[in-house]
């Protein structure tokens, strides 16, 4: 059996009947993936009740021109800890490229930038992320419940929220409706 390649720059999609319902729907940017473990972004789904500017008004940041935009559940992991997933024409203190796809920045000059109208073009923020220690998301490949995909960017920057599974899922030429929850034995 050949290694599971890393997933750095692709999508971890749930597939239907995912036990965990955390993740119903989810759609994973996978920003990080070794042997040492794996970090996604979670972009499936917003956080009711929040917006960007709830975030900026938390740091005592004035919005200036940043729109008020939906705040995605990132993951179960350290909820209050946020995340941007951005475009690749801004760096900051501690932005990391993602294989060349996408950027994620974790602190507080990105929101800065944003609300000046100097930060990338395009961005996702979100809340919390989703993490596997070395070997665990390797495990969970191994049984039904994620299917990956081509880390695609206009299903981050063209297609909306409530679309991006559904979307990542017809890209990859596959039709979730004809997909089961679970598997047979013979």
Do not use: K, N
């Not at 917003?46 to 917006?51: A, D, Q, S």
């Not at 021109?65 to 203190?93: C, K, N, T, Y």
């Not at 919390?128 to 920057?157: C, F, K, R």
């Amino acid at each position: 059996m050949s290694p599971i390649p890393f997933l750095t720059g692709q999508f971890l999609l749930a597939m239907p009947g995912m036990g965990d319902p955390r993740f119903a729907h989810a759609v994973i940017a996978m920003c990080a993936h070794d042997e040492q473990g794996a970090i996604g972004i979670g972009l499936g789904a917003t956080i009711g009740g929040i917006g960007f500017h709830t975030l900026l008004e938390q740091f005592e940041i004035e919005p200036g021109i940043a729109p008020d935009a939906p705040v995605h559940f990132g993951g179960p992991v350290e909820m209050r800890r946020g995340f941007v997933v951005h475009s690749l024409d801004w760096s900051g203190q501690d932005t990391i490229d993602v294989a060349g796809r996408w950027a994620l920045s974790g602190t507080v000059d990105v929101l800065r930038a944003i609300a000046a109208g100097d930060g990338p073009r395009r961005w996702i923020v979100a809340l919390g992320y989703a993490g596997w220690s070395g070997g665990q998301l390797e495990g969970e490949l191994a049984t039904p419940g994620w299917l990956t995909v081509a880390g695609d960017t206009a299903l981050l920057w063209d297609t909306d929220v409530t679309d991006r599974w559904s979307r990542a899922y017809e890209a990859a030429g596959i039709d979730p409706r004809l997909l089961v929850a679970g598997s047979g034995t013979a």
